[in-house]
C-alpha cells in the first residue's frame, strides 16, 4: 500500500523515529521526495512550490530550519513566526507528508538520514550550487529545481508591511 492511500500527516522531531519510518515507506514501494526550506510567512509561491515538489514521489517530507538557523541564513529580525507556528502550518497542508525541523545550515545531515529519491528546490537556487547536490546524487537521487511563481516571497511581504506602516526597510 503506498502512503497516499493512508496519508498522515506529523511532525518528527526525532530523528530515530525518522529514519525507521522512512524505511517502513521505502520498503512497501513508496518514492521519497524531500525539500526544504525557512517557510518563515507561507505565502502562494511556497504553497505552490510545495505542491509541485508532491508531484515527483509518494511522500513528501519537509524540513524546515529552526529559528536559530533562519536567522544565520536570513539575519537579524528572522523569522517572523517561530519554529512552532512555521512546523503547524506545513504541515497542515493536504500535500505535505512529514515536517521534520532542523537546527543545521544545510538539510545535508537530514537528506543522509532519509536518502531522498528526489530532492526539490526552488527555482531561486541552480543545482550545481546546492551544497546538498554531492551527498543526493551520491545516494542515487536525483535533484530537481521547480519554478518560482513569480511575485512572491517573504522578503517582498516583509518589506511591503514595513513600507505600509513606515517602518525603513534598509
Not at 508532491?54 to 544565520?72: A, C, E, M, P, Q
Amino acid at each position: 500500500m503506498l502512503w497516499n492511500a493512508i496519508s498522515l500527516v506529523m511532525i518528527i522531531s526525532d530523528r530515530n523515529v525518522l529514519v525507521k519510518l522512512v524505511h517502513q515507506l521505502r520498503a512497501t514501494g513508496n518514492r521519497i521526495v524531500f525539500t526544504n526550506g525557512c517557510f518563515d510567512i507561507l505565502h502562494k509561491g511556497h504553497v505552490e512550490y510545495l505542491r509541485q515538489a508532491k508531484h515527483y514521489g509518494d511522500v513528501l517530507i519537509v524540513g524546515i530550519n529552526s529559528d536559530t538557523s533562519v536567522r544565520k541564513i536570513k539575519g537579524e529580525g528572522r523569522p517572523v513566526m517561530p519554529l512552532e507556528s512555521r512546523l503547524a502550518v506545513v504541515d497542515a497542508l493536504k500535500f505535505v507528508d512529514i515536517v521534520v525541523p532542523f537546527d543545521e545550515h544545510t538539510p545535508v545531515e537530514l537528506i543522509k538520514l532519509i536518502k531522498p529519491d528526489v530532492h526539490v528546490k526552488g527555482g531561486d537556487y541552480q543545482e550545481d550550487e546546492l551544497p546538498e547536490t554531492p551527498i543526493v546524487k551520491q545516494l542515487g537521487g536525483k535533484v530537481v529545481i521547480v519554478p518560482l511563481v513569480e511575485g512572491y516571497s517573504t522578503t517582498s511581504i516583509i518589506e511591503k508591511i514595513r513600507r505600509s506602516y513606515g517602518v525603513n526597510c534598509g
